[in-house]
């Protein structure tokens, strides 16, 4: 599992450095892939619980909303995502009633949206991130890194056996959380230092400008919300009764082990951001 682990990251790390280096077309089109397969993830699994989500109009509203966010969120100020939504809420009713499935209607569409706002919703704010100006693959790279580190000592300490014995998330939820938070706000400030290095600057890294008490405000928000959203992914993994939600990555599990971390990490950041820093 270990050496699954080290080979799935030796490749992938280097490779989402190079699309985010690259351009904007190759960061949607990783944006879009990670979408479209944790959408097709997230369906199944409610499948498995005995739900019938509108699989194919909820991605394809997915793709719809992260290719909105692409053209008209990043630079210009023209706001589409509604549009997308509301005609996309109109035609999941709409299907639903030519159907004819009047019982489940509410749960058909109800869990269909969930989906959208869950996966593609939150993953692509990813674009509005890396795109924001001046800085926004600075912000990328300190939120990749901080969260990968904040997993690697919360994969750590779920290690010990006495912690699995207490609850089946591994460490209390109040401990695991005060945890986080110490451990993001440790990890923004080492992370800071580390991108100072003149090596990175072919990375076009600049986080110079970054005060300590916001530094430590971002550490907060990626502590708490990537664990919150590991728990969540848990949850509903396990409330359809499976253990890991589908294995894509040798060693790391399906798509949304992959992002859950990240699915309120990106959103609540570049939030922050956008209104109290740039």
Not at 128 to 156: A, Q
């Amino acid at each position: 599992m270990i050496t699954n682990k080290l080979k799935t990251a030796v490749i992938a790390i280097p490779l989402i450095i190079l699309i985010i280096n690259w351009s904007s077309v190759s960061f949607l089109i990783l944006v879009l892939a990670v979408v479209i397969m944790g959408l097709h993830e997230f369906y199944e699994l409610i499948e498995d619980k005995g739900y019938y989500p509108q699989k194919y109009l909820g991605i394809a509203c997915g793709i719809c909303l992260t290719l909105t966010i692409f053209l008209f969120e990043r630079r210009v100020d023209v706001r589409i995502t509604g549009v997308v939504l509301t005609v996309f809420l109109f035609l999941f009713f709409l299907v639903s009633l030519i159907k004819e499935d009047a019982e489940g209607i509410i749960i058909s569409v109800s869990v269909s949206l969930l989906g959208v706002f869950y996966v593609a919703w939150t993953i692509s704010h990813s674009i509005l991130l890396r795109d924001m100006r001046p800085y926004g693959r600075s912000f990328i790279y300190l939120l990749l890194f901080t969260v990968w580190s904040i997993n690697l000592l919360m994969n750590w300490l779920e290690r010990k056996p006495e912690r699995k014995r207490k609850n089946k998330a591994g460490i209390n939820l109040y401990v695991r959380l005060l945890a986080a938070s110490i451990a993001g706000m440790v990890f923004v400030l080492m992370w800071q230092k580390v991108f100072e290095l003149e090596y990175f600057k072919l990375w076009a890294v600049n986080l110079g400008f970054l005060p300590l008490y916001r530094s430590l405000i971002v550490g907060l928000i990626l502590g708490i919300s990537s664990q919150i959203g590991y728990l969540v992914n848990s949850r509903i993994s396990g409330n359809a009764g499976i253990g890991d939600s589908r294995g894509l990555f040798p060693g790391y599990g399906g798509v949304l082990e992959n992002i859950s971390t990240f699915q309120f990490s990106i959103p609540l950041t570049y939030y922050f951001i956008r209104f109290f820093v740039v």
